[in-house]
């Protein structure tokens, strides 16, 4: 498998493990993250020599400076991973830090999706992987923001996976839905995980062969798999109390 494949988040987590799995498959990597430093780390340990780009992307301008960046290079897949959360009550957490998290959960992965989708089904190939969350399936008291910037990132995917296979299209576009994961995410968002989390190792390689394969949702996991399903036919009012009850335990 010889692509080339742009991976924002690249230092830590699910995005660092999913560079490791295409380093395997023989692609050329372009990785990005804040952290230069994790970002060296990372390429002396895979078999290629990957670009690395360090800097913030968050925001409309941060990612409009990456694709430029980055354009020219003939991506072959995106992987758009960079995010974070904040756990709190909405009345009390940081309102800076809350619009920081949506300025990168969501205005950064619309732009890179959209800039990169109209130059890939300009040429009728490519794929794109948008990291959502199961967060993005129920309504999340105490992870109000994060929940909702996660239901964006879904449900625009899943849109758009609409609009390509109308259209003929073959590109296609997924998004990774992960439950508790084993990462740095949960320190960031100052939360713990009362259940059992996978790790990114696995999570990471699910999600690319489930991307290869084209699927719009990809839920690593038998159990959240069936905690999906049961989202769906759950009122929305019995989920938000459900997620309210874990939530306010994480912060503990």
Request: charged share 20%; with cysteine; hydrophobic share 40%.
């Amino acid at each position: 498998m010889s692509k080339k494949v742009l991976i924002t988040g690249a230092s830590s987590g699910i995005g660092r493990d999913i560079a490791r799995v295409f380093d395997s498959l023989g692609c050329e990597l372009i990785i990005t993250a804040r952290r230069e430093d994790r970002l060296k780390a990372l390429a002396s340990v895979l078999n290629g020599t990957p670009r690395i780009i360090a800097g913030d992307i968050s925001g409309a301008d941060g990612a409009q400076e990456l694709y430029e960046l980055t354009k020219d290079e003939n991506i072959d897949i995106l992987i758009n991973n960079a995010g974070f959360g904040v756990w709190g009550d909405f009345t009390k957490t940081s309102c800076g830090r809350e619009v920081d998290m949506i300025r990168l959960n969501v205005e950064t992965m619309h732009v890179l999706f959209k800039l990169f989708l109209k130059d890939f089904k300009e040429r009728d190939s490519g794929k794109i992987l948008n990291v959502a969350s199961m967060a993005g399936f129920a309504p999340g008291p105490y992870m109000a923001a994060y929940y909702a910037s996660k239901a964006y990132v879904l449900r625009l995917t899943q849109s758009v996976a609409h609009e390509l296979k109308e259209s003929g299209s073959a590109v296609t576009v997924s998004a990774l839905c992960p439950g508790p994961v084993d990462t740095e995410f949960n320190k960031v968002a100052g939360v713990h995980f009362a259940s059992p989390s996978l790790s990114s190792k696995y999570v990471a390689k699910y999600a690319v062969t489930k991307m290869i394969q084209g699927k719009t949702v990809i839920i690593p996991g038998t159990a959240m798999k069936a905690a999906a399903v049961v989202s769906k036919l759950t009122p929305d009012p019995i989920s938000a109390a459900v997620t309210a009850a874990i939530q306010k335990n994480k912060g503990k």
